[in-house]
Structures are given as structure tokens and as C-alpha cells.
């Protein structure tokens, strides 16, 4: 069965440190999506993009955080300055049709 | 926004117990999925179900769409069942491709 495959699957980083979390979605899904989960708490939505632009963010998807779809294979979350907040874990999930989504196993970022 | 309510909150039982596990939405629901979180916060589909029943071996999960609510339904349950059960839909009108709102979950703990 096709997967979304997300790396790496653990980054410890710096308070103030960029990072770049990497996605490979399904091939011939067209929505994008990252969500996150801080620790003990419901997962949340972050953005979603669709033909190469985001559709929709959430007001957590501030201007540290910016998506790209470098190559077409590749989908990343890059947090500019991260901040001790950004603890959480990141999923990436895609979708064929908007309905109907598979995620992937997620990346646990820890900020300190 | 919509809003999802999941109960119960925790749900305690033994190796081979049947369990029901409930999801109530705000709104009308048309993209209703059901994840586990696996204890290494693996994130992984259960079933797409807008409407109707599914089953997938000792798993199986009935939506109820006009009366917004959905059920799965985890027979003869076993140790490696334990996580957390979360289900996830659309916001509002379900016209979002993408902003999945999910459920607080339900913490599933299966006892050998």
C-alpha cells in the first residue's frame, strides 16, 4: 500500500534554529497538508496546499513557517526561528482527491 | 467551526473484550476518518468513512451521517490495540479540502 513518507523521524534543534521538515507524498495525490500534535493534545491543523500554492493555513501557520513543493516529489515545512512552543509532533498526510487523507508517521521536533 | 466530541474519554479493558467507541460531529460530516496513534505516535488510518459501515478484520466502524455521529466498533480486542483512537472531519459544511478538526480521542488501554 502507498505510503507518506516523512524524515527525518526524530530533530532536536536549537531554540532559534531553522528547520526544514521533509515529506514525500504520494504520487499521484495533488493535496498537501501538514498538521501537528503538541504532546498529549489533539492534533491540529496547520496548512493545506493544492497545485502548487497553500489553499488554507491556520492561524498558528504564522510567518515562521513557510511550505514549498521543490521538485515535485518533495513536500517541506521549514520553521524559521524555532522557539521551545514548536515542540511537537509534525505530520505530513496527502490526499487524491481532498477526501480522504493518508498520513505519515510523523517527525518529533523537540526545540531546546 | 465544527465541533467533535469523542467518548469515552479512556477505556480500560481486557485481552479479548468488545468495545464501541464513539464520535459525535456539530455539523454535517462528508470526509470522516478514523485513526490509532500507536504508543510511538505513529499516526495510522483506520478507515475513510463518510457514510455506511466498513469492516477491516476485527475492526469495523458505522457513520450515521444525518444524525452526525460515527462508531467503531473493536472486537475480541488484543494488547497491541492499545493507543489512542482519534477521528477527524471537515470543518463546517464540509466544503474545506483539507482542515480536518479532530477529535480529543479516546486512550484505549488493553490488559493481557
Known amino acids: 500500500e502507498p505510503e507518506v513518507t516523512q524524515t527525518p523521524s526524530h530533530q532536536v534543534t536549537q531554540m532559534g534554529q531553522e528547520v526544514i521538515l521533509r515529506c514525500v507524498p504520494i504520487?499521484?495525490?495533488?493535496?498537501f497538508y501538514w498538521y501537528r500534535q503538541i504532546l498529549g493534545q489533539k492534533v491540529e491543523f496547520l496548512v493545506s496546499f493544492y497545485n502548487n500554492e497553500i489553499s488554507e493555513k491556520s492561524e498558528i501557520f504564522d510567518d515562521q513557517f513557510s511550505v514549498e513543493r521543490p521538485d515535485g516529489s518533495n513536500f517541506t515545512l521549514k520553521i524559521r526561528s524555532t522557539k521551545l512552543e514548536d515542540s511537537a509532533m509534525y505530520f505530513c498526510?496527502?490526499?487524491?482527491?481532498?477526501?480522504?487523507?493518508?498520513f505519515g508517521s510523523g517527525t518529533r521536533l523537540t526545540v531546546v | 467551526g465544527i465541533q467533535v466530541e469523542q467518548s469515552p474519554p479512556d477505556l480500560i479493558l481486557q485481552e479479548g473484550a468488545n468495545s464501541t467507541l464513539r464520535c459525535n460531529f456539530s455539523?454535517?460530516?462528508?470526509?470522516l476518518q478514523w485513526f490509532h496513534q500507536n504508543p510511538w505516535g505513529q499516526l495510522i488510518n483506520l478507515f475513510y468513512?463518510?457514510?455506511g459501515t466498513k469492516q477491516n478484520g476485527r475492526l469495523s466502524a458505522t457513520t450515521v451521517a444525518t444524525e452526525r455521529y460515527s462508531l467503531l466498533y473493536i472486537s475480541s480486542s488484543q494488547t497491541t490495540d492499545s493507543g489512542v483512537y482519534f477521528c477527524?472531519?471537515?470543518?463546517?459544511?464540509?466544503?474545506?479540502?483539507?482542515?480536518?478538526?479532530f477529535g480529543q480521542g479516546t486512550i484505549l488501554t488493553v490488559h493481557p
Open positions: 468513512i463518510p457514510s
Open positions: 504520487s499521484n495525490h495533488l493535496y
Open positions: 477527524a472531519g471537515p470543518n463546517a459544511g464540509g466544503t474545506s479540502y483539507g482542515k480536518l478538526t
Open positions: 455539523d454535517s460530516v462528508n470526509n
Open positions: 498526510a496527502s490526499s487524491r482527491t481532498g477526501f480522504g487523507y493518508t
